[in-house]
């Protein structure tokens, strides 16, 4: 089946710092690409929406210019958490779709911890 | 707007026991209707799906039935192993919502020999 793969599954990070999590469809192309962001004991939220060429759309209370979002190409989208806080450790999980008809494949998270 | 409201956790089982984990939704048409699994350090695996009313998903003994009458989509298994344990969410996504998911909180069971 589809894969979607995400890169790097953990990453410690010191304040202030930026990190860039690499979302990747393996074996297919992907126009849309969605990014969620799980806090502890809570569900998966989505914090945006990834299309390929063109700006990403954020939920409301996400902030774009922290949380940067590039589809360059059809097989990838990047999240590039900015000036990093500790509120800001979470776990990080991208989807993407085959096409609009078919199910959504997961990446394997990432687990980002701020000191 | 959609919503996905799940039993509270955590949930612990023995091993061979009944398990049953509620799911109502709130959606306007009609929804697909999904079960994810998330172990321990790993991400999202879709376990069951249905994507229309009466529809059953099952897989590895789970089974859930799309119940556009009560709005659920309850997940049961009959006899759950210590493999089982992980953490459950159900969830919906629309095409007229443009495919995102809408996720409940999840429910973590973990089963005990």
């Known amino acids: 089946g589809a894969v979607v793969s995400q890169h790097p599954s953990r990453v410690i990070c010191k304040s202030g710092t930026s990190v860039k999590i690499e979302c990747r469809s393996l074996d297919f192309q992907a126009t849309t690409m969605f990014w969620y962001r799980q806090f502890p004991k809570q569900s998966l939220m989505l914090m945006a929406t990834?299309?390929?060429?063109?700006?990403?759309?954020?939920e409301q209370g996400v902030e774009k210019d922290k949380f940067l979002i590039n589809h360059a190409s059809l097989t990838l989208s990047t999240l590039t958490v900015t000036s990093a806080h500790p509120e800001d450790s979470s776990f990080y999980i991208c989807?993407?779709?085959?096409?609009?008809?078919?199910?959504?494949?997961f990446g394997q998270g990432t687990r980002l911890t701020v000191v | 707007g959609d919503s996905v409201t799940q039993m509270e956790g955590p949930v612990t089982l023995s091993e061979e026991a009944f398990l049953t984990i509620n799911c109502t939704y709130t959606?306007?048409?009609?929804?697909?209707l999904f079960w994810y699994v998330q172990y321990p350090g790993e991400g999202l695996q879709l376990l069951l799906k249905a994507t229309k009313a009466d529809d059953k998903g099952s897989n590895k003994g789970f089974e859930a039935t799309y119940r556009k009458e009560t709005t659920s989509f309850h997940l049961e298994k009959g006899s759950v192993q210590v493999s089982d344990s992980a953490v459950y969410f159900c969830?919906?996504?629309?095409?007229?919502?443009?495919?995102?998911?809408?996720f409940g909180t999840g429910t973590s069971l973990t089963v005990i020999p």
């Open positions: 969830a919906l996504s629309a095409f007229r919502t443009g495919n995102q998911f809408y």
């Open positions: 959606a306007t048409g009609y929804p697909s």
């Open positions: 989807s993407a779709y085959r096409d609009m008809n078919t199910e959504a494949f």
């Open positions: 990834s299309n390929e060429g063109s700006k990403a759309t954020y």
